[in-house]
């Protein structure tokens, strides 16, 4: 068997099988004389029609299967002559069947990119002290104050920071309409009739909530913004907006007691004390994945900043594609318009390219030192998780499983769950520093 594989940038390599005819006739030779013994034909013995007859009659079946038979084990070949790492064998091209016997072929092979591990024990993170600060357990409990808090109207004074302003506003670029300068609709930038703003810094968008200080209702005032430089919206970074705002109520929040009596507005039949003691387990534990999370991602950061190398084309498309979808999920869970999505699809999908190669190539390192450690997950492991899953999603466990062999889904999980291993293993052997200069937005 003649193997040529060439090369080529982006992981990918083209592939050319010729096939001397000897081998092709005894691949042929062994499957007619299969389909003789299993032949059931009119007018002869069960396993004894002649060859000429089966040939004729299973024809079809007869050239497909040597053609996948030459096919598969030429792959095989392929991969142990080069020592390839195959992603995807693609589909075979220009397939011929020559004149002399011999059998050629050709496929555009996508391979698992080559990576060169850095270190990767003892990697350094820093992260924030695991106690939840008391500053944060008493915000999370005003905030349950906030769900009973009652909106007085504030009268006979300007606003002033810490109020909450009714407002009606519209948006202009260098004299234009936010949308006309766009080109698109711009959402909530646009304008809004009846907008409840807390008179923040950290409310709506920077330096606007300052500028309503002094107003009082019935009064309108333009507010100039300069967006930052890293806004959601690329076409927007460094816009000079302003705002024609028109300040319609001010109110004032007030807050019930922390007591028992709000206690029992909150989860009848609880006191204050458990219901205190239930906040603070809840946010250690959210806290606790947070941290987790912050660990991962150093490490993540830790290689992607040392390792770097091709990937193929054709998986990025395809995690791009992923990662634009689920973004586009989450914006409309969080109330995103599908005019909104569509003004901003450009910067969905740069943005999800980005994770896309971030994640591809995450997880190709992954999987390298999953091969270098061993990391491997046991039948036993494989099917307890899948048991697990199918649990979770109240099905029947074999029935489950029996779903995923069928959608070939099986082996994904598995390595699904090598890389969490592989994770677990990182994180285990990270250096891990406590600071109180690490916060959970680092």
Same mark, same amino acid.
């Given at each position: 068997?003649?193997?040529?594989?060439?090369?080529?940038?982006?992981?990918?390599?083209?592939?050319?099988?010729?096939?001397?005819?000897?081998?092709?006739?005894?691949?042929?030779?062994?499957?007619?004389?299969?389909?003789?013994?299993?032949?059931?034909?009119?007018?002869?013995? *069960?396993?004894?029609?002649?060859?000429?007859?089966?040939?004729?009659?299973? +024809?079809?079946?007869?050239?497909?299967?040597?053609?996948?038979? =030459?096919?598969?084990?030429?792959?095989?070949?392929?991969?142990?002559?080069? +020592?390839?790492? #195959?992603? @995807?064998?693609?589909?075979?091209?220009?397939?011929?069947?020559?004149?002399?016997?011999?059998?050629?072929?050709?496929?555009?092979?996508?391979?698992?990119?080559?990576?060169?591990?850095?270190?990767?024990?003892?990697?350094? #993170?820093?992260?924030? *002290?695991?106690?939840?600060?008391?500053?944060?357990?008493?915000?999370?409990?005003?905030?349950?104050?906030?769900?009973?808090?009652?909106?007085?109207?504030?009268?006979?004074?300007?606003?002033?920071?810490?109020? =909450?302003?009714?407002?009606?506003?519209?948006?202009?670029?260098?004299?234009?309409?936010?949308?006309?300068?766009?080109?698109?609709?711009?959402?909530?930038?646009?304008?809004?009739? +009846?907008?409840?703003?807390?008179?923040?810094?950290?409310?709506?968008?920077?330096?606007?909530?300052?500028?309503?200080?002094?107003?009082?209702?019935?009064?309108?005032?333009?507010?100039?913004?300069?967006? *930052?430089? @890293?806004?959601?919206?690329?076409?927007?970074?460094?816009?000079?907006?302003?705002?024609?705002?028109?300040?319609?109520?001010?109110?004032?929040? #007030?807050?019930?007691? =922390?007591?028992?009596?709000?206690?029992?507005?909150? +989860?009848?039949?609880?006191? =204050?004390?458990?219901?205190?003691?239930?906040?603070?387990?809840?946010?250690?534990?959210?806290?606790?994945?947070?941290?987790? @999370?912050?660990?991962?991602?150093?490490?993540?950061?830790?290689?992607?900043?040392?390792?770097?190398?091709?990937?193929?084309?054709?998986?990025?498309?395809?995690?791009?594609?992923?990662?634009? @979808?689920?973004?586009?999920?989450?914006?409309?869970?969080?109330?995103?318009?599908?005019?909104?999505?569509?003004?901003?699809?450009?910067?969905?999908?740069?943005?999800?390219?980005?994770?896309?190669?971030?994640?591809?190539?995450?997880?190709?390192?992954?999987?390298?030192?999953?091969?270098?450690?061993?990391?491997?997950?046991?039948?036993?492991?494989?099917?307890?998780?899948?048991?697990?899953?199918?649990?979770?999603?109240?099905?029947?466990?074999?029935?489950?499983?029996?779903?995923?062999?069928?959608?070939?889904?099986?082996?994904?999980?598995?390595?699904?769950?090598?890389?969490?291993?592989?994770?677990?293993?990182?994180?285990?052997?990270?250096?891990?520093?406590?600071?109180?200069?690490?916060?959970?937005?680092?």
């Amino acid at each position: 068997m003649n193997i040529v594989v060439e090369k080529q940038p982006k992981c990918v390599a083209t592939l050319r099988v010729e096939i001397p005819a000897e081998k092709v006739t005894s691949e042929r030779n062994k499957i007619v004389r299969n389909y003789i013994s299993k032949s059931r034909l009119p007018g002869f013995r *069960p396993g004894k029609a002649p060859q000429a007859v089966v040939e004729k009659r299973y +024809a079809k079946e007869i050239s497909d299967e040597l053609q996948e038979n =030459l096919i598969n084990e030429a792959y095989e070949d392929a991969l142990k002559q080069e +020592a390839l790492k #195959v992603l @995807d064998f693609g589909i075979p091209q220009n397939v011929t069947h020559h004149p002399d016997g011999t059998f050629s072929f050709e496929a555009t092979l996508t391979l698992a990119p080559e990576v060169q591990l850095p270190e990767y024990k003892g990697i350094a #993170v820093t992260v924030p *002290p695991s106690a939840v600060p008391e500053e944060e357990f008493t915000q999370q409990l005003d905030s349950l104050r906030e769900r009973f808090a009652e909106f007085n109207p504030l009268e006979g004074r300007a606003a002033e920071m810490g109020d =909450l302003a009714v407002i009606d506003y519209s948006s202009t670029i260098n004299g234009q309409p936010t949308d006309e300068f766009l080109g698109k609709p711009a959402g909530y930038l646009s304008g809004r009739e +009846a907008f409840w703003v807390r008179l923040d810094d950290k409310s709506f968008l920077p330096g606007f909530a300052s500028q309503l200080v002094g107003m009082t209702p019935g009064e309108s005032r333009d507010i100039p913004v300069t967006l *930052p430089a @890293d806004f959601p919206v690329a076409d927007l970074c460094n816009a000079e907006m302003v705002f024609a705002t028109t300040l319609k109520e001010l109110k004032q929040a #007030v807050l019930p007691d =922390l007591n028992d009596e709000l206690a029992e507005r909150l +989860a009848p039949g609880k006191t =204050l004390e458990e219901i205190s003691t239930l906040i603070r387990g809840n946010m250690q534990h959210e806290r606790q994945r947070k941290i987790d @999370d912050m660990k991962v991602n150093q490490i993540v950061a830790h290689f992607n900043a040392l390792v770097d190398f091709e990937l193929p084309d054709e998986l990025i498309t395809q995690e791009t594609q992923s990662q634009a @979808d689920a973004m586009v999920e989450r914006g409309i869970s969080a109330g995103m318009t599908e005019e909104e999505v569509q003004s901003q699809q450009g910067e969905i999908f740069a943005s999800a390219q980005h994770q896309a190669v971030s994640n591809l190539r995450t997880n190709f390192i992954l999987q390298e030192i999953a091969r270098v450690e061993n990391i491997t997950v046991e039948d036993k492991e494989l099917v307890n998780h899948l048991f697990q899953i199918a649990n979770s999603r109240k099905l029947v466990p074999k029935k489950f499983i029996k779903d995923m062999q069928r959608a070939g889904r099986i082996n994904n999980i598995r390595q699904s769950m090598i890389i969490g291993k592989t994770v677990d293993f990182l994180v285990e052997h990270a250096k891990v520093e406590e600071s109180t200069e690490a916060t959970l937005n680092d």
